[in-house]
């Protein structure tokens, strides 16, 4: 009797593996439904259980805005960034705005009837961390070492010639003054002087 039951079970264990064996050798979507079904069994939860990690948040693939990104200088802090802001509306309908110290040496120069003219877009960065606004009759550079200058003219095309802000010149740190013989103007770097009798320009680098 026992010799019987051990064959009878011995049977049923030889059936169960051959069907295992047909079901590995059947399509493709039979094999996954078994499998699932075995995991929904072991996985705790059945059909709600997690099967993969969750993305935490700035994970990557998951972009988070950045500021101040390598490659992306932050201006300079402004000293007089309380000392006021004016808005001018151009010909063409544009309302632009100046402020800090660009402002106070915006004012200094006239305004908008002034030397400088009318804004033509609003402030940007410039150099490393530095700022400037261009105007119609110029530009005016700021750094917090440097503080506020105007660049304009032939003396400007001969800075931005050799890198402005970026280059070995550097920063205004002056506006362009009168000489006997034309105009100049310092900058970290160097100078670059104008001869009005045949407008050419000179840059002395320090």
Known sequence: MHHFARRSAGFTMAL??????????????????????????????GDNATTGPTAAPGAEGSPTETTGAEGSPTPDEDPNADAGETTV???DGNE????????QKY???????????????EEQVAGDGGRYQ???????????????????????????ANGGADGQLGFPTSDEENTP????SEFEGGTITWNSSDRSTTVTEK
Not at 134 to 160: L, P, Y
Not at 181 to 184: F, I, T
């Open 107 to 121: 004012t200094e120069a006239g305004g908008p009837t002034g030397t400088l003219g009318m804004p033509e877009g």
């Open 96 to 103: 632009i705005t100046v402020k800090g110290s660009i402002y």
């Open 16 to 45: 169960a593996a051959a069907g295992l064996l047909v079901a590995g050798c059947g399509d493709d979507n039979s094999v996954s439904d078994t499998v699932g079904s075995v995991t929904s069994a072991v996985m705790p939860g």
């Open 89 to 91: 509306q151009t010909p």
């Open 134 to 160: 261009n105007f119609s009759g110029g530009t005016v550079f700021f750094s917090e070492d440097t503080g506020a200058h105007i660049v304009w003219g032939d003396i400007r095309e001969a800075w931005e």
């Open 181 to 184: 013989d034309g105009k100049q």
